[in-house]
């Protein structure tokens, strides 16, 4: 008699959810990196910008290129705060990821402890019914003497 775990198709798509939350993870976790790469280079900009600020203000240059320095400042801060929120969201987003595939690997491990469970249930029923079987041919082999 072999086993058959009758949650085994639950089994398959518990897993399946998990390999899906893995990837969407996957996703999550990219676009963080990409967030995060991008308030790199905005603040990079932001310090070059400020750097050239610093060096007209050493120079007493014209008022003009101070302005258009201090536009592309202000613009440069409002870039920051948008790519700031992306990345506020982008981590939101991984963390409730993080949660979903925390919940799946639960749901998962549940049903393989229950197919382990029921799998040493079998096999104590196979022993049960062999240590029968030789008992029965015991007593059949047994023959009083008269």
């Known amino acids: 008699m072999t086993f058959r775990f009758p ?9 399946s959810r998990e390999e899906e939350a893995k990837q ?6 990219r676009s963080l990196e990409e967030a995060e790469q991008g308030l790199r280079l905005l603040h990079d900009a932001r310090d070059g910008t400020a750097d050239v600020l610093r060096k007209q203000y050493a120079l ?3 008022f003009p ?12 801060d409002q870039r920051l705060r948008k ?3 992306l990345r506020g969201q982008a981590l939101q987003a991984v963390r409730r990821q993080q ?8 749901h998962r491990r549940i049903l393989e402890i229950l197919q382990d469970s029921a799998y040493r249930e079998h ?10 079987t030789c008992d ?3 007593l059949y082999a047994y023959k009083p003497r008269a």
């Open 83 to 85: 790519q700031e929120e």
């Open 24 to 29: 969407h993870l996957d996703r999550c976790r």
């Open 123 to 132: 096999r104590r029923e196979e022993a049960r019914q062999e240590q029968k």
């Open 7 to 15: 949650l085994q198709p639950v089994l398959r798509y518990r897993l």
């Open 65 to 76: 290129l101070v302005q258009c320095a201090y536009r592309h400042l202000h613009l440069t």
């Open 99 to 106: 949660e979903e595939l925390r919940h799946c690997w639960q």
């Open 60 to 62: 007493e240059t014209d």
């Open 136 to 138: 029965e041919l015991a």
